[in-house]
Nanobody, 120 residues
Framework: QVQLVESGGGLVQAGGSLRLSCAAS????????ITWYRQAPGKQRELVAD???????NYADSVKGRFTISRDNAKNTVYLQMNNLKPEDTAVYLC??????????????WGRGTQVTVSS
C-alpha cells in the first residue's frame, strides 16, 4: 500500500512564500509523474504543476514564474515552492502520483491535501 501526505500549507500574506511537500511512503518501486492540483471553494480542481521521472516540468499559466516544482527521489518527496503568493492562490493543494509498487503494479495515488490561505 502506498500513501501520499502533503504538508507545508498555512496562512501567509500576499507576496509571501510557502513550500509544500508531498511525501510518498509504502511499498514503492518507483514513482513516475507527480502532479500538484488545487481546489478552491466553489471552483473546479485545477492542475498547478507536474514533474515527470525525467524531471520534465509543466506549470499552469497562472503560476509560471512564481511556483517551482522539484523532486527528491531518495526521499520519495516532491516539493512545490510558491513565491509571490496572491489571494487567488488560496485553495486546498493536493498531490497525485503515478506509482509502481514493489509488485510492479502501477496505480494512481492521491493525498488528502493541505490548505493554503493567502491574505490580502
Amino acid at each position: 500500500q502506498v500513501q501520499l501526505v502533503e504538508s507545508g500549507g498555512g496562512l501567509v500574506q500576499a507576496g509571501g512564500s510557502l513550500r509544500l511537500s508531498c511525501a510518498a511512503s509504502g511499498s514503492i518501486f518507483s514513482i513516475n509523474a507527480i502532479t500538484w492540483y488545487r481546489q478552491a471553494p466553489g471552483k473546479q480542481r485545477e492542475l498547478v504543476a507536474d514533474i515527470t521521472s525525467g524531471d520534465n516540468t509543466n506549470y499552469a499559466d497562472s503560476v509560471k514564474g512564481r511556483f517551482t516544482i522539484s523532486r527528491d527521489n531518495a526521499k520519495n518527496t516532491v516539493y512545490l515552492q510558491m513565491n509571490n503568493l496572491k489571494p487567488e492562490d488560496t485553495a486546498v493543494y493536493l498531490c497525485n502520483a503515478v506509482v509502481v509498487s514493489t509488485t510492479r503494479s502501477q496505480f494512481v495515488v492521491w493525498g488528502r491535501g493541505t490548505q493554503v490561505t493567502v491574505s490580502s
